[in-house]
T-cell receptor, first 114, second 118 residues
């Protein structure tokens, strides 16, 4: 069965610093890959997605992610974090042959220091 | 485009009562919707896949008689938590899968429904 791992449960960065959130998946083929952000008590907002093509994808709010097939990773990055980026971030994988049913990672809670 | 709504956004009920949560795709048709459950400080766990016009597919460990799913139209799926108990208190999130254009096969999430069972 497929699985998604986000190794970092909590991350704290200073405002203006760069950010990288890790995501690894386990599956035999190339899945669809997503990053979502969730503010407290809210639903999920899609930051970016990878289906195929260029392995570096740009998303909203200045986020980007890079798919590395050899490492089965899809890490999320942002060059300069803003206080409003504090939230929970979820990596997810979907598989076309399963109707794009999503499997979520455990999430990484980002805190931003002033 | 591709907006999904949920109603209610927050519900408190007494133990033993049933609660219905609605998930609507507002500007697209969705033959498939998904229901997730999220406990505090945890990730989303898929409960079931709701298919328009047919029975829902439940994930292992999810009681289908407790969590009734109806997907009667291409824009509406409902989740009914029957005889709710305090352990059913959770954040329930739905998503709808789009088959249209640039959003093909992408899931769009509702804002969630917080259920508290007293």
């Amino acid at each position: 069965a497929q699985s998604v791992t986000q190794p970092d449960i909590h991350i704290t960065v200073s405002e203006g610093a760069s950010l990288e959130l890790r995501c690894n998946y386990s599956y035999g083929a190339t899945p669809y890959l997503f990053w979502y952000v969730q503010s407290p008590g809210q639903g999920l907002q899609l930051l970016l997605k990878y289906f195929s093509g260029d392995t570096l994808v740009q998303g909203i709010k200045g986020f980007e992610a890079e798919f590395k097939r050899s490492q089965s990773s899809f890490n999320l990055r942002k060059p300069s974090v803003h206080w409003s980026d504090a939230a929970e971030y979820f990596c997810a994988v979907g598989f076309l042959d399963a109707g794009n049913m999503l499997t979520f990672g455990g999430g990484t809670r980002l805190m931003v220091k002033p | 485009g591709a907006v999904v709504s949920q109603h209610p956004s927050w519900v408190i009920c007494k133990s033993g009562t049933s609660v219905k949560i609605e998930c609507r795709s507002l500007d697209f048709q969705a033959t498939t919707m998904f229901w997730y459950r999220q406990f505090p400080k945890q990730s989303l766990m898929l409960m079931a896949t709701s298919n328009e016009g047919s029975k829902a597919t439940y994930e292992q460990g999810v009681e289908k008689d407790k969590f009734l799913i109806n997907h009667a139209s291409l824009t509406l799926s409902t989740l009914t938590v029957t005889s709710a108990h305090p352990e059913d208190s959770s954040f329930y999130i739905c998503s709808a899968r789009s088959l249209a254009g640039a959003n093909y096969n992408e899931q769009f999430f509702g804002p969630g429904t917080r259920l508290t069972v007293l």
